[in-house]
């Protein structure tokens, strides 16, 4: 129970606005509003205009007015994806540019918007606009030093296409095999030079290589014959944000390809180390201070440097104007900055986290064995298996170069530091002003807390600092928990390495002697007041190995609690994580009196009833967690056998 996966690297753009899926819109009827003369005909009329500039203007809407619920329902209603999708190959360059952006902004909205575009044929535009790019005559972008060294648009909308095909791909497999069945791979290398290319070009490129060679044997095939490249991109010199990130991705993309990943895994463990140690919390600070400085928007500079009046000034003047206009601000920029920091510190956490993910994934099913055993057999059975599960603190099971990169590059230090929150003031900015940013801070501490967790199934305690230290973590953890952290994922992730760590402390009981009932309460109000089913489950665990722990007059309300919690347990999955705690509570002590005050035996059989219902109920639900629960089912039935038979000797 409780395996620690294989992650997918950044999957960090599943429906991060909160809009509803696109069958629900168009399921619920809100596109019927969408009649003529509403803006998304409008928009239509444009995009099929012959004139470049009433195309432009369909474009700049479009871009603008996919911000609701409603104006996506119309959207996808309307056709519009497939109709602005053909202005990707327009012969006009600056109809291409608009095109790209304003589909790589949609494609920001949802996973299910990603897989619908793809349905209205999105990629066939989309690659042979980047063929453009990748076949025939070499081009190289330019840079205007007095725009902020901004590319041109021709360049611009080859990393708005980029970016378009890496949202895509990263939403639905069906991006990916389209995109295998080109040659465009093979070219994307050329693009990672950043001298050349510059960074944005270069970031864009390899973060769309990280997506797409995920478990993608035909990348990986292409990728291998350009190791050379990819392993001397690991040491680019600078120390700015953007070269970080850039190398970072780079040492995620060599360890998608297991040829790379075995022979360089050395300097790829280096580059994760060296990214962790820049001071994410001292350039949220910097930033912070600065945000409430931002000029509002309200305010507008119309200076022109060449004082030509604004109704005398040329198309080219005009152009020139509106350009500096939208040149982001030097606060833009920095949010930018840190924005690449906390990419990079994220990537580099989930590359360490697959790279100490264990491969023993294979359940056991035990229908295969006997029920009808005698009461000795069943009994030894289940002490066998909870003493193999509870040995996790006793082995390694990683190899011994990355064990020792994780100690001599203090990895879990470095891990730990990034799961931290920052100090409230500054959460409290970024919640109000800088909510993106927030949002990548919080799948850093995320990423960090789950390779932690990956760490504690890997290395043993004292290769985690002792128990004292894990014994701290714990605590600090739940500290944070009960403070009140809102964000789900942050919870779930912090559930799961408080259990991760709780495990290496079955024998070390003393750490615990200070352990009140109120603060035992505070656990048990967690698991009443949750909804979700991960972090219940965490915390249903917890209690049993505390229950391992813990002295009689604590161990009493929580085996009562967990009865109580599965008699009213809905989710089969989670009752199947209850009851095996339950179960491993007695692992080391019998707690006759416990089981006698309790009735344990008449109400471990009704839910032995209620477990096996349920399991034939769900069975095609659980997935590969059927395996687990299953076996749950199994021991809980021998479980019951256990406790009848040594009732019947028991003498109150």
């Known amino acids: 129970m409780g ?22 819109l168009i399921d619920r009827g809100l596109a019927e509003e969408a009649k003529s003369g509403t803006p998304i005909s409008a928009i239509v009329d444009q995009l099929e205009s012959s004139d470049s500039e009433e195309k432009l203007c369909g474009l700049q809407s479009l871009a603008m007015i996919c911000q609701g619920d409603v104006n996506v329902a119309e959207v996808v209603e309307n056709n519009v994806i497939r109709i602005a999708s053909s202005l990707l190959v327009d012969p006009n360059q600056s109809v291409r540019h608009a095109t790209a952006g304003a589909l790589r902004n949609m494609s920001t909205l949802s996973v299910q918007l990603c897989e619908f575009m793809v349905e209205q044929d999105v990629l066939t535009p989309l690659l042979a606009l980047l063929h453009r790019y990748t076949g025939g005559v070499q081009w190289k972008p330019k840079f205007d030093s007095e725009m902020q060294n901004q590319m041109d648009e021709h360049a611009d909308t080859f990393l708005q296409a980029i970016n378009l095909l890496w949202n895509l791909c990263e939403s639905t497999t069906d991006a990916l095999s389209a995109l295998n069945q080109t040659h465009i791979l093979e070219r994307f290398i050329t693009f990672l030079d950043h001298t050349v290319y510059g960074q944005e070009i270069a970031i864009a490129v390899a973060q769309c290589l990280l997506v797409v060679s995920e478990e993608n044997t035909s990348c990986s095939q292409v990728l291998v014959t350009h190791g050379s490249v990819l392993l001397s991109m690991l040491v680019l010199e600078g120390n700015d944000n953007a070269t970080l990130l850039l190398r970072t991705v780079i040492a995620g993309i060599i360890g998608n390809v297991p040829a790379l990943l075995n022979s360089h895994l050395s300097q790829v463990l280096l580059t994760i180390s060296k990214t962790l140690e820049s001071d994410h919390r001292s350039a949220l600070g910097n930033l912070t201070s600065m945000l409430p400085l931002v000029p509002t928007k309200d305010v507008i500079d119309l200076e022109i440097t060449d004082d030509v009046p604004i109704e005398e000034e040329t198309e080219a003047q005009s152009h020139q104007r509106r350009r500096k206009a939208d040149l982001p601000s030097a606060e833009e920029l920095e949010v930018r900055n840190v924005g690449w920091l906390l990419q990079a510190q994220r990537i580099a956490a989930e590359i360490l986290t697959n790279i100490c993910s264990t491969d023993d994934d294979d359940w056991q099913d035990d229908d295969s064995e006997q029920e009808n055993g005698s009461d000795a057999e069943c009994v030894y059975d289940y002490d066998a298996s909870n ?3 509870r040995s996790v603190e006793n082995t390694d099971k990683i190899s011994t170069e990355v064990l020792e990169a994780i100690r001599s590059l203090s990895l879990v230090e ?88 709780l495990e290496h402390l079955r024998k070390n009981s003393e750490l615990f002697h200070q352990m009140t009932e109120s603060d035992l309460q505070l656990m048990l109000n967690g698991v009443v007041e949750c909804k979700d089913a991960e972090i219940r489950a965490n915390w249903l665990r917890m209690l049993g190995i505390l229950g391992c722990l813990l002295p009689e007059p604590l161990v009493k309300p929580i085996i009562d609690f967990v009865l109580n919690t599965c008699a009213n347990e809905q989710d089969v999955w989670v009752l199947s994580e209850a009851l095996d705690a339950l179960m491993d509570i007695f692992a080391d002590n019998d707690w006759y009196a416990i089981v006698h005050e309790l009735g344990m035996v008449a109400k471990c059989k009704r839910l032995d009833c209620v477990m096996r219902e349920k399991l034939k109920r769900d069975k095609r639900q659980l997935g590969d967690r059927y395996p687990a629960v299953q076996t749950v089912r199994t021991n809980l039935g021998r479980f019951c056998k256990y406790l009848e038979t040594e009732m019947k000797k028991y003498k109150p």
């Not at 620690?4 to 696109?22: E, W």
Request: hydrophobic share 35%; proline share 4%; aromatic share 4%.
């Open 3 to 24: 395996k620690a996966r294989k992650p997918k690297l950044h999957r960090n753009k599943s429906n991060p606005t909160g809009l509803m899926d696109v069958s629900t």
């Open 387 to 389: 003493e193999l599960n």
């Open 414 to 501: 470095k891990l730990w530091q990034k799961a931290q929150p920052v100090p409230a003031n500054v959460q409290q900015i970024l919640s109000e002003s800088e909510r993106t940013t927030m949002k990548k801070l919080d799948g850093l501490r995320v990423s960090a807390m789950l390779a932690l967790h990956n760490l504690c199934n890997s290395i043993t305690t004292d290769d985690l600092g002792g128990p004292t230290a894990v014994y701290n973590v714990w605590i600090d953890l739940g500290q944070q928990v009960f403070q009140g952290q809102h964000n789900e994922k942050l919870v779930e992730a912090s559930t799961t390495l408080m259990r991760a760590t």
